[in-house]
Structure formats: structure tokens, C-alpha cells
């Protein structure tokens, strides 16, 4: 039943419109989770020092670009990060706290993000493998993301 107060059906409607966007953008997204579920959630960012704090623009750039560094070489000690480009990327660092892009790429899966752009610019490390595959397994992952999304099945030779 419908509020008969005009103030009343507009909060109503604005409620049922913000729910009706929060669950279209988890649907959105949803499908994005499935690659990444072998990544476990990044640590939360914590506030910098004073001393980080006084240091200038650059020197803030340099010392992060310096620990993102030391951090990349430390998981990798620790079997917790195993890049397929070289240099490793910085997405899944600060996204998952950990990369596996190269134990996806020699599985046949994707890769993230940056890593895939480092494929197209001649970066990849792994052997065998091309960016033009790469390239050809997001495809099919996006196709068969928007097929999901959209309800409509895989064409009959696909099926199994």
C-alpha cells in the first residue's frame, strides 16, 4: 500500500531506487568475483607517519614507490606473489595483498587488469603464451559474463 502523503511517497520512492541501484551494481560485479576468489582481501591502508608527512611530493612518491618494491619482493619470498609480467604488477598488491596472475595464465585464465596491458606492451613473462591468447581468454570471460548477466544460454556447439 502507497503512502497517501506526497513527502512520504517520495522518500518511499527514493528508497526503493537506491536499493533497486545498489542491487544492480552487485549484480554487475558479481561476476568479477569468480576470478578473483583465489585472492584474499587486501589489508587496510593505514595513515602514514609524521615524518612521511613532511616529506615533499616527490619524496612521498619515491619512498612508496620503494616499499611497494621491498613489499612485491617479500611476498614473493613467501610464495604469495608470482607476477606474470616483469616488473611485477602493483594492481593485485594493492588490490588482494597477493598475486597469482602467473599461476592463472599457465591454467588457461585470465589475468588482472594491469597485467594484461603489460602482455600488449611486450611484457609478459610467461612462455608459451601470447598477449593475443590473453587477449582471446578475457574475451570469452566477458562473453561469457554478459551472457550470465543478460540470461541467455551458450549456443548449442558450446553446450555440453
Known sequence: MMP?????RLCALSLTL????CAAYQA???AAAPAAASHETAPAAVRPSGEFSELTSDGQIARVRGE?????????????????????CTECLLKYGQCHCRD???KQGPCCGECTEGWIEGKGAVEGVTAWELLERKKKLL???????????KPPEQQH
Open 143 to 153: 562473453d561469457e559474463t554478459n551472457r550470465q548477466q543478460s540470461g541467455e544460454q
Open 68 to 88: 611497494v618494491e621491498e613489499t612485491k619482493a617479500n611476498l614473493a619470498r613467501q610464495g604469495r606473489y608470482s607476477c606474470c609480467i616483469k616488473p611485477p
Open 18 to 21: 537506491l536499493l533497486a541501484a
Open 28 to 30: 554487475q560485479h558479481e
Open 4 to 8: 497517501r502523503h506526497p513527502l512520504a
Open 104 to 106: 592463472a595464465v599457465r
